[in-house]
Antibody, heavy 113, light 107 residues
Framework: QVDLVQSGGGVVQPGSSLRLSCAAS????????MHWVRQPPGRGLKWVAI????????QYADSVKGRFTISRDNSKNTVYLQMNSLRAEDTAVYYC??????WGQGTRVTVSS | EIVLTQSPDLQSVTPKEKVTITCRAS??????LHWYQQKPDQSPKLLIK???QSISGVPSRFSGSGSGTDFTLTINSLEAEDAAVYYC?????????FGQGTKVEIK
């Protein structure tokens, strides 16, 4: 059974940093691309970033490029999202996901002064 | 970027009625189209993957069809617990995109 367990998140001030983690089990993590998706309050789903199975191909949404960094540790079956220079508009629930499988439970990030 | 357009935006239906939601892609995506159900304060739940593949544990009244640019989610004999927002999502490109969502409410 595929399981993506997320951690991290919280309430921070603008300009702060946070790191989200997503621990995977139930599938071959080391051969799977991983994504982060976010959902602002009351809004739809927006893709944030992708990292290929080996970390060689990384892409970001324009809204987070230069501020967020996606990475992975295949020895720990974990993907990360380092979020720097956070803005109010980054406030959202963040989900980790891999194609064709259930998503993580989501972690809330609130950026507010 | 591949744009996904869902219709309708809102569907108000009575229990046991059949619901059909469509999702149109701005370019061909093969069968790399997935459907999710989201209830308030819950994470999106995968209903159908790769256009028509069923998911273990999802009731059989949910089904999907289509390929290329046009896709359909069908809910046969709607139940009250199916009230939710439904999203389509494409994984054909590395940059994922999502439909805007269809809210299904119970009359």
């Amino acid at each position: 059974q595929v399981d993506l367990v997320q951690s991290g998140g919280g309430v921070v001030q603008p300009g702060s940093s946070l790191r989200l983690s997503c621990a995977a089990s139930g599938f071959t993590f080391s051969t799977s691309a991983m994504h982060w998706v976010r959902q602002p309050p009351g809004r739809g789903l927006k893709w944030v970033a992708i990292i290929s199975f080996d970390g060689s191909n990384i892409q970001y949404a324009d809204s987070v490029k230069g501020r967020f960094t996606i990475s992975r540790d295949n020895s720990k079956n974990t993907v990360y999202l380092q979020m720097n220079s956070l803005r109010a508009e980054d406030t959202a629930v963040y989900y980790c996901a891999t194609p064709g499988h259930p998503w993580g439970q989501g972690t809330r990030v609130t950026v507010s002064s | 970027e591949i744009v996904l357009t869902q219709s309708p935006d809102l569907q108000s239906v009575t229990p046991k009625e059949k619901v059909t939601i469509t999702c149109r892609a701005s370019q061909s995506i093969g069968r790399s189209l997935h459907w999710y159900q989201q209830k308030p304060d819950q994470s999106p739940k995968l209903l159908i993957k790769y256009a028509s593949q069923s998911i273990s544990g999802v009731p059989s009244r949910f089904s999907g069809s289509g390929s290329g640019t046009d896709f359909t989610l069908t809910i046969n004999s709607l139940e009250a617990e199916d009230a939710a927002v439904y999203y389509c999502h494409q994984s054909s490109s590395l940059v994922w995109t999502f439909g805007q969502g269809t809210k299904v409410e119970i009359k």
